[in-house]
């Protein structure tokens, strides 16, 4: 099946530094990712949904100044935590698709991230 | 928002017995999906079933779907250890944009 990387898998960051998590898809081109976050033991939470080439669409309560996500290439897309605090910890996970082909998604392996 | 709800929340069976987790969901949709995920891992897509089909099987697993009641149902038969995981359902929806909404999860444990 597809693969789909994420980097880093796991970050310790001090509050107030910025934080970027890659995502690429490694043997398919995906035109369509996204990315979502996980809070222990709580479901997945869509943050947004990105497009290559173009802007990310963000859901409700997700603020696109906080978490910038860049889809610049049809194998990798990039989200930023930009001035992580205490409450940004989480897990969090990028998906992969080229809905021309499949209808399934493919999931990288998540990365944790933990801000002191 | 989350649209998918699961139930249970925690499923505790001994091994050899068979799972049934179920979820429901409030919009139409063009399919659904199971997924699986260890603790603080990954998640592993186990099955998905199309809005036009009712039941699929892959091993010992057994997903309905009953697009009348917006539900679905995901079954593990002979349940091993191993299967101990967090089960979710996840939708996309029919409103375009292959957008994918996680239920709630159930988290399933298997005493050996």
């Known amino acids: 099946g597809a693969v789909v990387s994420q980097h880093p898998s796991r970050v310790i960051c001090k509050s107030g530094t910025s934080v970027k998590i890659e995502c690429r898809s490694l043997?398919?081109?995906?035109?369509?990712m996204f990315w979502y976050r996980q809070f222990p033991k709580q479901s997945l939470m869509l943050m947004a949904t990105?497009?290559?080439?173009?802007?990310?669409?963000?859901e409700q309560g997700v603020e696109k100044d906080k978490f910038l996500i860049n889809h610049a290439s049809l194998t990798l897309s990039t989200l930023t935590v930009a001035s992580a605090h205490p409450e940004d910890s989480s897990f969090y996970i990028c998906s992969a698709a080229d809905p021309a082909y499949t209808d399934t998604q493919y999931f990288g392996p998540g990365t944790r991230l933990t801000v002191l | 928002s989350q649209q998918g709800e699961e139930d249970p929340q925690a499923l505790s069976i001994q091994e050899g017995e068979n799972a049934t987790m179920n979820c429901s969901y409030k919009t139409s949709i063009n399919n659904l999906q199971w997924y699986r995920q260890n603790s603080g891992r990954g998640l592993v897509h186990l099955i998905l079933i199309r809005s036009n089909e009712r039941e699929k099987h892959s091993g010992r697993l057994r997903v309905t779907l009953d697009t009348s009641k917006k539900s679905s149902s995901l079954l593990i038969t002979a349940s091993r250890a191993a299967d101990t995981a967090s089960y979710f359902c996840?939708?996309?929806?029919?409103?375009?944009?292959?957008?994918?909404?996680f239920g709630a999860g159930t988290r399933l444990f298997v005493k050996a």
């Open positions: 996840a939708t996309e929806a029919n409103t375009g944009g292959f957008k994918t909404i």
């Open positions: 043997d398919f081109q995906a035109t369509t």
């Open positions: 990105s497009n290559e080439g173009s802007k990310a669409t963000y």
